[in-house]
């Protein structure tokens, strides 16, 4: 069965410090790959998505990068954090042929910034 | 771009009542699926429907793939405080794209014991 992994489960990190935030995925191959952020505990924000290792979408203009190093490892960045950075961070992911429109969401980031 | 519109926004009951909460857009969709984020959690898929009309169930919860394929029910009946948390609707983005989900924007259930 498939599984996705996230770390850290939470994170506190002062303005103006870099993030890493990782995500991986077991038990699939070549799988979409999304990254998310819920603010307020309601709306989910679609980020980025992937669909192939050197295939990655940015949906909001922001202070925020993604990286997929390896077919199923997806890596949320940024250079410099902002107080609008925090929130709860979702990766998830879905898989190839008749059924990428379901999507598994992983437990989450909780990032906080100070 | 394509929208969904969920309600009730938010829910307050008493242990043991039934819940009903839907989602309806303007728009024409293939699947309609149905999530359940507990607190601090990530949400997890409850269930998926793929055929205007059908009514699936997954144990006390129930939804149903609206015949004009323009919304979609969920319902939930003899509540328990563990059925607590946030519940959203999701359609496959249209316009090309499966990859992309469009959610509502959730309906927070709190289930007084």
């Known amino acids: 069965s498939q599984t996705i992994h996230q770390w850290p489960a939470t994170l506190v990190q002062p303005v103006g410090s870099p993030l890493s935030l990782e995500c991986t995925v077991e038990g699939t191959s070549n799988p979409n790959l999304y990254w998310y952020r819920q603010a307020a505990g309601r709306g989910l924000q679609l980020l980025f998505y992937?669909?192939?290792?050197?295939?990655i979408s940015s949906e909001v203009p922001q202070n925020l990068s993604a990286s997929r190093p390896q077919d199923r490892q997806f890596i949320l960045s940024s250079k410099k954090l902002l107080l609008s950075d925090s929130g709860f961070y979702l990766c998830?992911?879905?898989?190839?042929?008749?059924?990428?429109?379901?999507?598994?969401f992983g437990p989450g980031t909780r990032l906080t910034v100070l | 771009g394509q929208q969904l519109n969920q309600s009730p926004q938010s829910m307050f009951i008493q242990e043991g009542e039934d819940v009903s909460m839907n989602c309806t857009s303007s728009s024409i969709f293939n699947t309609w699926l149905w999530y359940k984020q507990d607190p601090g959690e990530g949400p997890v898929l409850l269930i998926a429907l793929y055929k205007a009309g059908e009514l699936t169930s997954n144990g006390r919860l129930t939804a149903q793939f609206g015949i004009t394929r323009k919304d979609s029910f969920l319902n939930i009946s003899a509540s328990i405080p563990s059925d607590v948390g946030i519940y959203f609707c999701a359609v496959p983005n249209s316009g090309g794209s499966n990859y992309k989900l469009t959610f509502g924007k959730g309906t927070l259930l709190t289930v007084n014991p």
């Open positions: 998830a992911w879905s898989g190839q042929g008749s059924r990428t429109d379901t999507q598994y």
């Open positions: 992937s669909i192939g290792i050197d295939q």
